[in-house]
C-alpha cells in the first residue's frame, strides 16, 4: 500500500467550490464552499461514495468506501471545467476501477460514475453517486422527496436516519437539497436519469455527528453474474442555488420538462377529469343507491366523481387477480350513476396474484402465475401480507408479479378491458403502481437483468401502453401515489398520503400543470379530528389536488363542514387556476394566531401536525397569465397576517370571505382575516 500522500483538488464552478482530498489510499470531500459569501457549507472531511459487492460462491458481502483501501488513486484535471477521479486496486474489490468524471459549468457540477468488475468472482450490487454532506446547524434545512415534499432544520436532536425506495411513495422524485435560511443558499443534489433506473434516496446524521449526509444509492443490474462492469444511470447534478425549497423544486422541474420521458403524454387528460373538483370514496356500500350521490353532491355544490372500492366478488387483498364477476348491486350502482352523469372509477391491484387465489385453493397461481412473480437468487418469491385473512386466520400470502411478464402484462389488459368494456366505468384505479417500491428481481428465466437497472419501470410502462392502445375514448387511468416515472399513461395520482407534518408543495410546483392529484386520507385523523381537517382542507385547496376522496358517512359527520365546503365550491368557481395553471411560489406568511398543534393524525410522524392557523398559495392561470394570491385562516379566530410574495406590487380587490383592498407594496402585505375565512385576489 503507497504512504498516505495528501494533495488537495479544488473544483471551482460559478459560486460553488468543492474540494477533494486525495492520499494514497483514497479520495475525500473534504469541503465544500459558497464562495458568494464566504461561507463554508462542509467543513470537516467525509466519503465520497461507498459501494457493495457479493461474493458468488460464499454469498458474502463485501463494503467499501472511497476514503480507504486503494493502492491507485488519481485526480485527473483535463482543464477547469472537467476533472477525473479514479481508484482501482482495492484489496477487498480485486478487479474493479472506479472512474468518476466531474464537469463544471455555471454554479453546477455534473458528476458520472463508471465502474469495472474484471474479477469474475464478485459481483457488484450497490453504489452511491457521489454523496453531498454538509454541515449541520438550526437555520441549515433539508429537503426531503417524501410525497408531495418535507423541510426539516438538519440539527433536529437525535439526529435523522431515512433511506426511501425511487420510485415509491416515499420518493415521488429524484432529489434531495439543503440550504441555510439566513443567506438564503443551498445546493440542489438531484439524480437527472430520464429512464428511469430504481434507487435509494438517503438522508442521515448521527446524533453525535456535526456533518448531515444527502445520498441516492443505486442497486447495480446483473448481479447474478461476476465481472458486472457497467455506468451509473443518469447524471448526478450538484448546484448551488439561491432560495428554499421551492428554487430547488425549480431545478429540477427545468430538467423534467426538458429531458424526462415520462412528460410525453400518451394521451391527453380527459376534459372531465381534468376539470374534476372533488371525489367520493365508496365501499361497503349496502343499501346505497345512486341518488345518494346526487344528494350529496347537491348538498356539496360541486359535481363529483366516484371511486369505487369491494365491487368484486372476492374479498379484498384475497384471490387476486380474480375479480370477475361484479356484485350485481354494484353493477346496478355504477349503471344508475352513469344514467345520473355522475362519473365512476374502481379499483384493481396492479402488482400482486394470490398464492391461494381462490379460498384455500392453488387455483392457477403455480398454474399461471409463479413462473412470473418476482424473486430472490435462489428461487424464494417475494411476497407481501396485509390484513386480510384466509378462512383457517392465516395471513392471505400475495405474490409481487414481475411487471416484464407477458402474462402479468396481459392479466392486467383482460381485467381494465372488461370493466371498459363490459361494465362501463370511467376510469380504472390501478392500486400500487406508483407507491410500492421494485424489486431486485433476479429470476434468470424473466426478461430483464438481474437486480436494480431501469427494467422495473420501463416494464410498468410498457404495461400500461398496453392497456391505454385500446382504451375507449374518454376512459383513463390513475395509480396510488405519487411517484413521477408513470405520468406518461396515468392522468392523476391518488395523493391520499398527503397528511404529513412539515410538507410543502414541490411536487404540484413542478407538475401541477401536467398532472392531476386528487383526494386526502381523511380517515387517518382520529375521532374526526378538526385542527387536522381544517389543516388538510386548506392544503388540499392550495395544493391544488381535486378536493375530498371523502365516505359520505364521514362526509355526513364532518367537523367544520361549512368551511370544508367552503373550500369545494371555491376550488370549483377557480379551478382553471388549478387544472390549467402553474404553482408559482407560496407566499411566505407569519400569523399571530394559536399554531394548528393536534397528536391525532395516526398517518404523520409521530400523529403530531403542526402547522400555522394561515396558508396561502399563488398560482398562475396558462391562457392569460392572471395570478391568484389565496389565503385561508384555518384557526377558530380572527387572524392578523404579514406577507412575503411575489405577487406584483398593486392594490387589488379582495374576494371571498374578506371586502376591501389588499395593497402589495414592495412585495409585502398585510390582512385581518376572520375565523375559518378564505381571501383572494386575481392579479
Given at each position: 500500500m503507497k504512504p498516505a500522500e495528501t494533495k488537495d483538488f479544488r473544483l471551482v464552478t460559478g459560486g460553488l467550490s468543492v474540494t477533494l482530498s486525495k492520499t494514497g489510499t483514497g479520495i475525500s470531500l473534504k469541503s465544500i464552499k459558497d464562495t458568494r459569501n464566504s461561507k463554508k457549507l462542509l467543513s470537516e472531511p467525509r466519503v465520497l461514495f461507498t459501494m457493495k459487492a457479493v461474493v458468488l460462491a460464499t454469498n458474502e458481502t463485501i463494503s467499501a468506501d472511497s476514503q480507504t483501501g486503494w493502492n491507485f488513486v488519481d485526480v485527473i484535471k483535463a482543464s477547469d471545467k472537467l476533472y477525473t477521479i479514479i481508484l482501482s486496486g482495492n484489496e477487498?474489490?480485486?478487479?474493479?476501477?472506479?472512474?468518476?468524471?466531474?464537469?463544471?459549468?455555471?454554479?453546477?457540477?455534473?458528476?458520472?460514475?463508471?465502474?469495472?468488475?474484471?474479477?469474475?468472482?464478485?459481483?457488484?450490487?450497490?453504489?452511491?453517486?457521489?454523496?453531498?454532506?454538509?454541515?449541520?446547524?438550526?437555520?441549515?434545512?433539508?429537503?426531503?422527496?417524501?410525497?408531495?415534499?418535507?423541510?426539516?432544520?438538519?440539527?433536529?436532536?437525535?439526529?435523522?436516519?431515512?433511506?426511501?425506495?425511487?420510485?415509491?411513495?416515499?420518493?415521488?422524485?429524484q432529489y434531495l437539497a439543503f440550504w441555510n435560511e439566513k443567506?438564503?443558499?443551498?445546493?440542489?443534489?438531484?439524480?437527472?436519469?430520464?429512464?428511469?433506473?430504481?434507487?435509494?434516496?438517503?438522508?442521515?446524521?448521527?446524533?453525535?455527528?456535526?456533518?448531515?449526509?444527502?445520498?441516492?444509492?443505486?442497486?447495480?443490474?446483473?448481479?447474478?453474474?461476476?465481472?458486472?462492469?457497467?455506468?451509473?444511470?443518469?447524471?448526478?447534478?450538484?448546484?448551488l442555488f439561491d432560495g428554499d425549497w421551492y428554487d430547488a423544486a425549480l431545478i429540477y422541474r427545468d430538467w423534467?420538462?426538458?429531458?424526462?420521458?415520462?412528460?410525453?403524454?400518451?394521451?391527453?387528460?380527459?376534459?372531465?377529469?381534468?376539470?374534476?373538483?372533488?371525489?367520493?370514496?365508496?365501499?361497503?356500500?349496502?343499501?346505497?343507491?345512486?341518488?345518494?350521490?346526487?344528494?350529496?353532491n347537491k348538498d356539496l355544490g360541486v359535481d363529483s366523481a366516484t371511486h369505487i372500492y369491494y365491487w368484486h366478488q372476492i374479498p379484498f387483498d384475497n384471490d387476486y387477480p380474480h375479480y370477475f364477476p361484479l356484485k350485481q348491486e354494484y353493477f346496478d350502482l355504477i349503471q344508475d350513476l352513469k344514467k345520473l352523469g355522475i362519473r365512476t372509477m374502481t379499483y384493481i391491484n396492479g402488482r400482486l396474484w394470490d398464492t391461494k387465489d381462490r379460498g384455500m385453493e392453488d387455483w392457477q397461481f403455480s398454474s399461471v402465475a409463479k413462473p412470473y412473480t418476482t424473486k430472490e437468487k435462489d428461487g424464494t418469491m417475494f411476497i407481501e401480507k396485509y390484513n386480510s385473512e384466509e378462512a383457517d386466520g392465516s395471513k392471505v400470502e400475495l405474490s409481487i408479479m414481475c411487471p416484464s411478464s407477458a402474462v402479468w402484462q396481459e392479466k392486467v389488459k383482460e381485467?381494465?378491458?372488461?370493466?371498459?368494456?363490459?361494465?362501463?366505468?370511467?376510469?380504472?384505479?390501478?392500486?400500487q403502481i406508483a407507491a410500492a417500491k421494485p424489486n431486485l428481481c433476479q429470476d434468470k428465466t424473466h426478461n430483464h437483468p438481474a437486480g436494480g437497472g431501469t427494467w422495473w419501470c420501463d416494464s410498468y410502462n410498457n404495461l400500461l401502453d398496453h392497456v391505454v392502445r385500446t382504451m375507449p375514448e374518454n376512459c383513463?387511468?390513475?395509480?396510488?401515489?405519487?411517484?413521477?416515472?408513470?405520468?406518461?399513461?396515468?392522468?392523476?395520482?391518488?395523493?391520499?398520503?398527503?397528511?404529513?407534518?412539515?410538507?410543502?408543495?414541490a411536487f404540484p410546483a413542478i407538475y401541477s400543470d401536467y398532472m392531476a392529484t386528487f383526494g386526502i386520507c381523511y380517515s387517518s385523523f382520529k375521532d374526526n379530528d378538526g385542527v387536522c381537517m381544517r389543516v388538510?382542507?386548506?392544503?388540499?385547496?392550495?395544493?391544488?389536488?381535486?378536493?375530498?376522496?371523502?365516505?359520505?358517512?364521514?362526509?355526513?359527520?364532518?367537523?367544520?363542514?361549512?368551511?370544508?365546503?367552503?373550500?369545494v365550491r371555491l376550488r370549483a368557481k377557480l379551478g382553471e387556476y388549478f387544472y390549467d395553471g402553474r404553482m408559482l411560489r407560496p407566499p411566505y406568511l407569519k400569523d399571530n394566531a394559536p399554531r394548528m398543534y393536534s397528536t391525532n393524525a395516526t398517518e404523520a410522524y409521530g400523529g403530531i401536525i403542526d402547522y400555522a392557523a394561515v396558508q396561502g398559495g399563488l398560482w398562475q392561470r396558462k391562457r392569460d397569465d392572471k395570478?391568484?394570491?389565496?389565503?385561508?385562516?384555518?384557526?377558530?379566530?380572527?387572524?392578523?397576517?404579514?406577507?412575503?410574495?411575489?405577487?406584483?406590487?398593486?392594490?387589488?380587490?379582495?374576494?371571498?370571505?374578506?371586502?376591501?383592498k389588499l395593497i402589495i407594496k414592495e412585495g409585502r402585505a398585510n390582512i385581518t382575516l376572520p375565523a375559518l375565512s378564505v381571501a383572494y385576489i386575481e392579479i
Open positions: 477487498k474489490l480485486s478487479g474493479v476501477t472506479v472512474t468518476i468524471t466531474a464537469s463544471l459549468e455555471g454554479n453546477r457540477i455534473t458528476w458520472k460514475i463508471s465502474l469495472v468488475n474484471d474479477n469474475s468472482e464478485i459481483s457488484l450490487t450497490e453504489c452511491d453517486y457521489p454523496i453531498l454532506s454538509f454541515d449541520s446547524k438550526t437555520d441549515n434545512m433539508f429537503f426531503s422527496p417524501y410525497g408531495c415534499g418535507e423541510i426539516y432544520s438538519s440539527a433536529k436532536e437525535g439526529g435523522f436516519l431515512s433511506e426511501q425506495n425511487y420510485p415509491s411513495y416515499g420518493a415521488s422524485m443567506s438564503r443558499r443551498g445546493i440542489y443534489c438531484g439524480l437527472h436519469d430520464p429512464a428511469p433506473a430504481y434507487k435509494k434516496i438517503h438522508y442521515s446524521r448521527k446524533a453525535d455527528e456535526k456533518a448531515f449526509t444527502l445520498k441516492i444509492v443505486l442497486p447495480l443490474t446483473n448481479t447474478d453474474i461476476g465481472a458486472n462492469s457497467q455506468e451509473l444511470y443518469g447524471k448526478c447534478v450538484w448546484e423534467v420538462w426538458n429531458e424526462a420521458r415520462w412528460m410525453t403524454r400518451y394521451k391527453p387528460l380527459p376534459e372531465w377529469m381534468k376539470k374534476n373538483n372533488h371525489w367520493w370514496l365508496l365501499h361497503n356500500m349496502d343499501g346505497f343507491k345512486a341518488e345518494d350521490v346526487a344528494e350529496l381485467i381494465v378491458d372488461r370493466l371498459f368494456n363490459e361494465v362501463g366505468v370511467d376510469a380504472v384505479y390501478i392500486d383513463t387511468l390513475t395509480t396510488e401515489c405519487t411517484a413521477d416515472p408513470f405520468m406518461k399513461y396515468m392522468s392523476a395520482y391518488l395523493s391520499w398520503l398527503w397528511v404529513k407534518n412539515s410538507q410543502v408543495p388538510y382542507f386548506a392544503q388540499s385547496l392550495l395544493y391544488g389536488e381535486q378536493m375530498g376522496w371523502m365516505r359520505p358517512e364521514q362526509y355526513k359527520e364532518l367537523p367544520f363542514k361549512g368551511f370544508y365546503k367552503k373550500l395570478q391568484l394570491l389565496l389565503l385561508i385562516n384555518t384557526q377558530e379566530c380572527e387572524t392578523v397576517t404579514q406577507i412575503t410574495t411575489d405577487a406584483p406590487d398593486g392594490t387589488y380587490d379582495l374576494n371571498s370571505d374578506v371586502s376591501g
